[in-house]
């Protein structure tokens, strides 16, 4: 496809969307046409191979630049948007993505999810712990198979704690603080928030149950219940009852930082939840099945879900509600279009087309324009210039290998007609072609820990697990940093005595370190010496059959190579950068 194309003209609505495109046209050489508005504003980007930088150069995101306050969203909303924003960051976010991707990585392989724990940041790992715990808690309750009664149990269980335990709990720690300190606490901005009462019940309750239980029937593969009078016979059939509420010895966090609290005893805690999932078969848990926001599909309970959690909230807070339709707009980050600066854009990049046409860009990038305008702000913010020339990146490596190259350069590596290269021969060709030591090879552009080859796996084959008949471990050193958790449980058995009834836990620990270790060892081995492109279908297909399992497989189809990344550094430590890698290979090589 992109072969055959003269030019690209992008007329897209998202930062990703447009990576994409200009990632094409770069492997590709082909000249892309860039444009876009965002209400008043316009904008316009000549980008020619070779002669100009390209889009993928700047640092451009769609985060969004206004952000308000965690301590606002969480505890003190005021605005509207308040509510919509805490809706979709904690809400939607971390029930049905974040929990249900950690609580996958668990599940499939529960060693890969400790050792990515370790590198979270305190709140995230007691966040992580307690969502995988509430999903494996959730199927026992539910006799190890959750049916759509269990998804509206725990919707009503989240409903009561996110607008109804949590406002208690807040409420009485802000009358504890003004018994303490004698000043006024809901002053200002800041809202006496209202409980919900399952016993008053107002209409966004039972929306609410409609809407979350069946995201989670999506999350838990479930079918969805969407008749109306079905799901209240089913809400009665399951009898829910309000818990009650006391007040605690714990208060609610009520600071003004925008850092959201773990608790003191949040250590304690995450030690007893890891103890607790280390016991844990994974192989008997039911799969989950992440939620990814979409905001245009209207049968997928997403923007139901965030409109009656919005309201709910605001509800709580006494703040006006939002429509659904508000909710979309700003949730999905949609700003309206306008046909003035719509038609303005089109026509300045209808100007630069006509320039290709005339073949302008064989003389030098100063022929063409990029533009910014903005039409509210007048004539003055009218501006043109010509297209940067291309960055240059330093490789870090001396003459008479390259110096510097830009995005638009790539290194081609093609294999003979009968054999395809190993990943154990293209590692041995770039060190002796670079000079330097590959630390991994990846998909290019990708900035996951995924890697075709990682030299600190091929280190493995050199550490050892073991335990002597006297039943003391032998751990290499190495093992500790890539399985901490192995620490204490060696450390216990050279305390324990033979006799201890202790023993069985810790020695379970280090025997799953070893196999994790041995099969480690088993996979390196066997994609090192293997061909590089089952390397790269082996790590990057999806494993979930459907929609991208698909297009992976119709790429590797029609495609006799693969775009690679390469970390690699000299004998002085100093890293190198390589340009993208192009790996040609025979599909009826053997």
Known sequence: FWESQDLCWNALDNVQARQYTDSRCLFYSKPLLESGTLGTKCNSEVILPFRTSTYNDGKESDENENQIAMCTLRSFPYLPKHCIEFAKQAYFSDYFEFGPDEYETFRKDNMTYFEQLDSMEAGEQIKSLRMITFF??????????????????????????????????LCHSADEMEKSSGKKFWTGTKRRPRPVDWTEPIPELMEYLYCTANMYASVWGVDNVRDRSEFEKIIERVGLKQPDWSPSSENVDLSEGDEEDAGGDSGEEAEKLKADLYKVD?????????????????????????????????????????????????????????????????????????????????????????????????????????????????????????????????????????????????????????????????????????????????????????????????????????????????????????????????????????????????????????????????????????????????????????????????????????????????????
């Open 282 to 590: 994974s192989s008997t848990l039911q799969p989950a099945i992440p939620q990814e926001f979409e905001k245009d599909d209207d049968l997928n309970y997403h923007i139901d879900f965030l409109t009656v959690s919005t309201n709910l909230r605001s509800w709580n807070y006494d703040i006006k509600n939002s429509a659904r339709h508000t909710v979309k707009v700003t949730a999905g980050r949609i700003i309206p279009a306008l046909a003035t600066t719509t038609a303005m854009v089109c026509g300045l990049v209808d100007i630069e087309y006509c320039k290709l046409v005339l073949g302008l860009q064989s003389q030098g990038r100063e022929k063409f324009l990029n533009c910014n305008i903005n039409l509210a702000a007048g004539s003055g913010n009218f501006t043109t210039f010509s297209p940067d020339p291309p960055v240059p990146i330093t490789t870090g490596l001396k003459a008479p290998h390259t110096e510097a190259f830009t995005s638009w350069d790539k290194i081609e590596i093609s294999c003979d007609a009968d054999k395809e290269m190993s990943v154990k021969q293209l590692v041995e060709h770039l060190e002796k072609s670079f000079g330097v030591s590959v630390d991994r090879i990846f998909q290019f552009g990708s900035h996951d820990d995924k890697a075709i080859y990682n030299a600190i796996d091929k280190k493995k084959l050199e550490w050892d697990v073991s335990i002597d008949e006297a039943g003391k471990p032998h751990v290499s050193d190495g093992v500790f940093t890539q399985w901490p958790q192995i620490r204490m449980a060696a450390t216990m058995l050279g305390r324990l005595p033979p006799t201890s009834g202790q023993r069985k836990m810790f020695v379970t620990q280090v025997e799953n370190v070893k196999k994790a270790l041995d099969a480690t060892k088993l996979s390196f081995q066997t994609t090192f010496e293997g061909p590089v492109s089952n390397a790269y279908s082996a790590i990057y297909r999806p494993e979930d059959a459907g929609e991208k399992q698909d297009y992976f497989d119709s790429l590797a189809e029609a495609r006799d190579y693969v775009n690679l990344g390469v970390h690699c550094h000299t004998d002085d430590e100093e890293d190198i950068h390589l340009p993208l890698v192009k790996f040609s290979f025979s599909k009826d090589a053997m």
């Open 136 to 169: 494996i808690d959730l199927q026992k309750e539910a006799g190890g198979k959750i049916d759509f009664d269990a998804c509206v149990r725990v919707a009503f269980n989240r409903m009561m704690e996110d607008f109804r335990t949590s406002i208690l709990k």
